[in-house]
């Protein structure tokens, strides 16, 4: 695995950096206390380079409670609401496009 | 069905008892996730988009009812109630949580059940024909050589570490339902002049993102050789095959840039060194694991019972039984395929509740026997003729009586970007969409046998290229494509798809295959010239046509 | 770097050279297999107890002649999902007999020691110290095999022909 400090990191807007959680899996992101949270809403946003790759940088030190750090784009919209800034990351936020066949 | 002894379970317990070491040490921190990884994959268990996701494997297609149980309680208690048959013959499920995945593995083992090597890279579970056993003109059941190679390549000392992953086909019918000229090795298996069982060997069979069809290398190795030469060609390719890019690694890479009279050299020199060692397999030792298989006491039945006579008043049960119910070698059976493909429902999962349903019904009227085909359907192997009207009903409330067996709704799809974390697109509700666009039982007959297969990405899980209809997603601008392969097949006569033109966009897709089709049924020459058939003798072009004139 | 040997964790008596290094007249070495091969016919007489560091991209037809002067063969695993030294260490036991000490070198991890031992390694350069301590209970993990290598190690498929013959006999 490439270190995030030589990886090259481009940002094009407001960003987050997220993961799953070690033991169970499920989406995290990065909250603003160098922990880690489930909620988007919580997340940390990052909008230089640099902040992102500080960010990723930390994230990527807590091996045991997190996998695969990465850095996602958000949309931030005028009352700060946080949104998934592509399809993936709309998919891990907020579950499945379907039906899943037995309802939760 | 194959009766696992005392070895055998002692080997699953060990294996799970590893595993829950490793898991205990990864989630301390001992283990880094780079190195807890391989460990993890080697036991099936992935990291999706939204949780782990674990593989158990179906060995050769073959599930007792006992063993679905066990499925079914892994799905309820550690899951979401529900699990995907994939085309590989293993199941997934989507939800499960690292921690608890030792103790899902326990369950299993109880029922002889295991997800070892269903990823890594490693031989993966051999695969077969799902109807094994009973089909009609069988050379012989190809299970017995299926279960001597599990249990060769697992946990294989010298092959844990492949430069990829590694799989096997077998077939023993002339018709090959187990896709083994896409795999690593393929296997057909046949008889000598002298009456003696052997394989045909293809190799460098595979899909993804350099297709290609195998390659015959040998056309006949006895079976007291096949562990000697298998290992032969897995050595040449541990030591050769590429490590330098993902993408290359695979043993088709290594066949076609050696070329494959190159690379047949280099295993008969190897195999020539070694053939006569402690892999040739005795009479004795088949034998054993033969008489380990057990088969059924078929009873002497009619294959035209009075039960079935009465029910052929119903349309709606002619049009199951002729869709879904297939010879058997003994009279008086059929075997069921059970479609897992309901109009409007995910290609290949099946709930918790059906699973225990269906484990019932085997055993009321299947010798407590199911098997998974790589169509992502399931099948009920020795039903009685007579019984076929009571099943019918039975199936029919659980939802798996869909007629719609190999026709345009019995799609084959991968999971896609709504779980998996190497997807570009959504795969399932394109699916989805088609099913209700064919919805009409009558109209999906009079199109006649027609194979969809859908992937999410390159990666080509959902076999786009040997679909009939292949469609692929790719992403263009963060938005979702796909790519319209047509005369792509996955049998005797595998053939990779043709790409009809440019990626048409997510909302386009089902009006396009709509497209496609309707073409096909203005050109056909007769109703029973299959679409598979017409791309054939006429190529792409009117069909291109038809799709890009107005677009 | 931990080395086990015979299961415990040892003292190497081996001095690992560099490429460019002198080569001492006296003393345990092992020597990178270019510089070894430079100079195979006098390096593999040394008086004193001589090993070669074989990288697992390199076929072992070179190494073939001198194997029976050599008392050590370091494989390399230069990280663990690279498989290529299994297939060399069954063919230098299995094939061409070597007798020496095999020793399996690079990221070794407790998780391939059953694998290793299978493949004939009896030396392990071990990179954790808590690895190289659990060796001996990792060592013991499985009781089953199916496969048969050069170990020795009997395989399920003849345990059920011995279990079946005993049955039959008694």
């Not at chain 2, 999706?48 to 679905?68: K, N």
């Not at chain 2, 199941?91 to 921690?99: E, G, H, P, R, V």
């Not at chain 2, 190497?422 to 399932?428: E, G, Y």
């Amino acid at each position: 695995m490439t270190s995030p400090l030589q990886q090259k990191i481009k940002i094009t807007g407001p960003s987050v950096v997220t993961a799953n959680r070690t033991w169970d899996g499920v989406v995290i992101y990065r909250d603003t206390q160098q922990g880690w949270t489930t909620e988007l809403a919580k997340a940390a946003i990052v909008r230089t380079a640099d902040e992102a790759r500080a960010m990723l940088t930390e994230s990527a030190a807590d091996d045991v409670g997190a996998i695969g750090p990465y850095i996602a784009p958000v949309a931030v919209n005028d009352n700060g609401a946080i949104k998934p800034g592509n399809l993936r990351e709309q998919i891990r936020a907020q579950g499945v496009t379907i039906d899943l066949p037995v309802p939760a | 069905m194959y009766a696992y002894d005392e070895i055998d379970r002692t080997l699953i317990n060990e294996r799970v008892s590893e595993f829950r070491d490793q898991v205990k040490r990864r989630l301390s921190g001992e283990l880094t996730e780079d190195e807890f990884k391989m460990l993890r994959l080697m036991n099936g268990v992935y990291l999706q988009l939204h949780a782990y996701m674990f593989r158990v494997a179906i060995p050769y297609g073959t599930l007792s009812s006992a063993q679905l149980r066990k499925m079914a309680h892994v799905a309820r208690r550690y899951d979401r109630g529900y699990g995907h048959f994939t085309t590989r013959q293993n199941i997934q499920f989507n939800w499960i949580k690292l921690a608890d995945l030792p103790d899902a593995l326990e369950d299993l083992a109880e029922v002889g059940i295991h997800a070892m090597q269903t990823s890594g890279n490693c031989t993966r579970n051999v695969t077969t024909d799902q109807w094994a056993g009973v089909a009609p003109g069988e050379v012989e059941d190809p299970r017995i050589w299926a279960e001597l190679l599990r249990q060769y390549s697992t946990l294989h000392p010298e092959f844990s570490f492949l430069p990829r992953k590694f799989k096997f086909a077998i077939t023993a019918s002339d018709h090959d339902r187990a896709a083994i000229k896409v795999h690593d090795i393929g296997l057909r298996i046949h008889k000598n002049a002298a009456g003696e069982t052997g394989f045909e060997v293809l190799v460098g069979g595979g899909l993804g993102r350099t297709p290609f069809i195998g390659k015959l290398i040998k056309p006949f190795v006895h079976g007291r050789d096949i562990l000697s030469y298998v290992e032969s060609i897995l050595r040449v390719y541990n030591q050769y095959g590429r490590r330098d890019n993902i993408y290359k690694a695979r043993i088709k890479i290594l066949v076609h840039e050696l070329g494959i009279e190159k690379f047949a050299a280099e295993v008969e020199e190897e195999w020539i060194a070694m053939r006569d060692t402690a892999l040739t397999l005795d009479d004795e030792v088949v034998e054993d694991i033969r008489s380990r298989f057990t088969y059924p006491h078929y009873k002497t039945l009619s294959d035209t019972p009075d039960e079935l006579k009465s029910a052929s008043a119903d349309p709606h049960f002619e049009a199951w039984r002729k869709n879904s119910v297939a010879p058997h070698k003994v009279p008086g059976y059929g075997i069921v395929t059970l479609s897992l493909k309901p109009i409007g429902g995910p290609p290949g999962d099946a709930t918790a509740d059906q699973m225990d349903a269906i484990a019932d019904l085997a055993e009321k009227y299947s010798f407590g026997e199911i098997r998974v085909g790589h169509e992502q359907n399931l099948a009920l192997p020795h039903v009685a003729k007579r019984d076929l009207p009571a099943l019918w009903k039975a199936l029919d409330k659980i939802g798996v009586a869909t007629p719609n067996v190999n026709l345009v709704t019995d799609i084959i799809a991968c999971p896609g970007l709504d779980y998996c974390s190497l997807a570009n697109t959504r795969s399932i509700p394109i699916a989805q969409e088609l099913t209700h666009r064919f919805a009409n039982h009558d109209t999906a007959n009079l199109i006649g046998r027609l194979h969809i297969n859908i992937s999410g990405c390159i990666n080509a899980c959902g076999h786009h290229h040997v679909g009939h209809i292949g469609i692929l997603g790719v992403e263009k601008n963060g938005e979702e494509y796909y790519q319209i392969t047509i005369g792509g097949r996955a049998d005797e006569h595998a053939v990779v798809g043709t790409l009809i033109g440019p990626a048409v966009p997510y909302a386009e897709v089902a009006d396009v295959i709509e497209d496609i089709v309707e073409a096909y049924l203005a050109l056909r020459q007769r109703p029973d010239e299959l679409f598979v058939e017409a791309v054939t003798r006429l190529g792409v072009e009117p069909f291109k046509e038809r799709v890009y004139a107005t677009r | 770097m931990p080395l086990v040997k015979n299961g415990r964790v040892a003292a190497d008596t081996f001095a690992h050279l560099a490429d460019d290094a002198e080569i001492p007249v006296e003393g345990a070495v092992l020597i990178p297999a270019v510089r070894f091969l430079a100079d195979a016919a006098a390096l593999s007489q040394r008086a004193a107890p001589t090993g070669v560091i074989w990288p697992n991209n390199r076929d072992l037809d070179e190494l073939v002649p001198y194997l029976d002067k050599l008392a050590v063969v370091a494989l390399v695993f230069p990280t663990f999902r690279d498989g290529r030294a299994y297939s060399q260490a069954r063919l230098l036991r299995e094939r061409y007999k070597f007798k020496g000490e095999l020793r399996a070198t690079g990221q070794v991890l407790r998780d391939q020691f059953v694998f290793m031992l299978r493949a004939g390694f009896d030396a392990f350069e071990v990179k954790k110290q808590a690895d190289a301590e659990a060796f001996l209970a990792t060592a013991k993990r499985y009781t089953v095999f199916y496969q048969p290598t050069g170990d020795g190690r009997i395989t399920a498929l003849h345990r059920r022909m011995q279990l079946r013959h005993s049955e039959s006999a008694s």
